[in-house]
């Protein structure tokens, strides 16, 4: 294993998030390639590129759901991916992984709400069950939540009952209800019908601009990502290919790649 180089924690005043030499394959097939990465505290970081350049795989290996080849992914300085054991980083074990994780919320493209459960008990669940919170301290901080994502008033309803928009706006609640170090977004607006789009760009604002969470998130609406991020990162067969500022990378990229992947999909809107 190639972790020799890495520390077992990254000095005070390190990046929150940081993929030190990450390497994902499967198969043949290398989706993440040596990537480094680093996300800041409340920084707000937008990953873009073409389809299967790696940009989903990125937000999985920080949401621990697979394992990765090499390299060490750290979050607030701590190794995620990885454990030390006698002085040195070993493959994290699922009961090191499962404490680690309470640090990442992640919202997905699909809805994935409990759908047996209301608004509310989708966001007290976790705390509960995992956090090991009492019910009322849950309750009382899940509906600051679903007050704060404008969902309060259809906290008894189910799943089925809400909107696309309605469901997405809940599960950033329930990822919120975590209190999670990095939320991360993967094209949470994709699967929505235009009209509940900007209900949900509308909270992600609100949770950058008055909450200044850390957020890692992958968009494919380049005037949202070009509004809302500090840095922008462009993904290209598993590598940042260019990254720097909206106005860097949208108005003067200097990547060929990047300069393609710009033209289509801005010709495409
Ligand atoms: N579980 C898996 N098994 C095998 N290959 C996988 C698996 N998950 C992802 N891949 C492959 O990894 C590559 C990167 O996938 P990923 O989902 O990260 O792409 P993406 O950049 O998010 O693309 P999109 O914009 O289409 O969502 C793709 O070639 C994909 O087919
Ligand atoms: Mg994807």
Do not use: W
């Amino acid at each position: 294993m190639s972790t020799q180089n890495h520390p077992l924690e990254l000095p005070e005043g390190s990046p929150l998030v940081r993929f030190s030499g990450v390497t994902k394959r499967y198969g043949d097939l290398t989706v993440l390639d040596n990537l480094d990465l680093d996300v800041g505290a409340h920084e707000m970081v937008s990953v873009i590129g073409p389809s299967g350049s790696g940009k989903t795989t990125v937000l999985r290996m920080l949401m621990t759901l697979e394992k990765i080849d090499e390299g060490v992914i750290y979050v607030d300085g701590k190794p995620l991916s990885h454990m030390e054991r006698n002085g040195q980083l070993e493959f994290a074990n699922e009961k090191y992984l499962r404490t680690q994780r309470t640090n990442i919320g992640m919202v997905f493209q699909q809805f994935n709400l409990f759908p047996h459960m209301t608004a509310l008990e989708n966001c007290i669940e976790a705390p509960i069950n995992v956090l090991g919170m009492k019910r009322d301290e849950a309750e009382e901080r899940a509906l600051n939540l679903l007050d704060m994502v404008g969902m309060l008033e259809k906290k008894d309803q189910h799943p089925t009952r809400l909107s696309g928009g309605q469901q997405q706006r809940v599960a950033i609640a329930r990822a919120l209800a975590m209190r999670p170090k990095v939320m991360l977004l993967d094209e949470v607006t994709s699967a929505l019908d235009p009209e509940v789009i900007g209900e949900v760009l509308n909270v992600i604002r609100a949770l950058n601009s008055e909450h200044k969470l850390t957020m890692l998130m992958v968009t494919h609406q380049m005037g949202f990502a070009r509004e809302i991020s500090d840095r922008v990162c462009f993904f290209y067969e598993g590598k940042i290919a260019e990254q720097g500022t909206p106005d860097q990378i949208f108005n003067d990229p200097q990547n060929e790649r990047t300069k393609q992947f710009l033209s289509a999909v801005l010709d495409a809107n």
